[in-house]
């Protein structure tokens, strides 16, 4: 969902379980999509992109899937472990610019023991 | 791994004062981005540039920014006069060519007192 100022949405998992995170997007004219993580102090890290033509894409650990019907983006995380706890962005890059990356509110991930 | 570098890390500046923030991108890529993140707030993109000289920029990259590639592998952001508003991380990035993956830098934390 959106978050207003230091308010962000988080998730809570156990360490081990499967966390899925969720994005919606807001441009229908996007035509790639990308998942960053963001440990604090320090840069947007990429974790995974999909492209508009696929709605599925795994990597290691890690699956994103979109819906272009409904705008969503969900980031799955599999075996949840303690280096996964960041805030997670997905972002949107709307087809024929120049890489101006649209940035969502972000979602935190805290995994417990 | 090659990866996007950025100095200063941190930089505390008087309102009024320039500043300029420093970054070398990843040797092969030919776009380069400059990107703000206010605390607890959002990623919002800057500028891109391309080829020498901007391809977009955003309403926030007013005439007191500036950016500049002044040798083969520096990339600068300059902020003539700072205001208080202007405390952010900035973060730099690129990647090799639009539609592809961008590669951010650790951020260099600017606080204007």
């Known amino acids: 969902g959106e978050s207003v100022g230091l308010h962000l949405p988080t998730l809570s998992v156990q360490e081990g379980d499967n966390s899925i995170i969720n994005c919606a997007y807001s441009?229908?004219?996007?035509?790639?999509f990308i998942w960053y993580k963001q440990e604090s102090g320090k840069g947007p890290q990429f974790i995974i992109d999909?492209?508009?033509?696929?709605d599925k894409r795994q990597g290691q650990r890690v699956t994103v899937l979109l819906n272009k019907t409904v705008k969503h983006l969900s980031l799955q995380i599999a075996a949840t472990q303690p280096g996964d706890s960041a805030v997670y962005f997905c972002a949107e890059n709307p087809s024929g610019g120049y890489n101006k990356l649209i940035f969502g509110a972000g979602t935190r991930l805290a995994v417990h023991p | 791994e090659p990866e996007v570098t950025q100095t200063p890390s941190h930089q505390v500046t008087q309102m009024g004062q320039e500043v300029i923030l420093r970054c070398v991108p990843i040797s092969n890529h030919l776009y380069f981005y400059w990107y703000r993140q206010i605390l607890g707030q959002k990623v919002e993109f800057l500028v891109s540039f391309y080829n020498n000289e901007i391809s977009e920029k955003s309403e926030i990259f007013d005439d007191q920014f500036s950016v500049e590639r002044p040798d083969g592998s520096n990339f600068t952001l300059k902020i003539r006069s700072t205001k208080l508003e202007d405390s952010a991380m900035y973060f730099c990035?690129?990647?090799?060519?639009?539609?592809?993956?961008?590669?951010f830098g650790e951020g260099s934390w600017l606080t204007v007192v």
């Open positions: 999909i492209r508009s033509n696929m």
């Open positions: 441009n229908s004219a996007s035509d790639y």
């Open positions: 990035a690129s990647s090799v060519t639009t539609g592809n993956t961008i590669y």
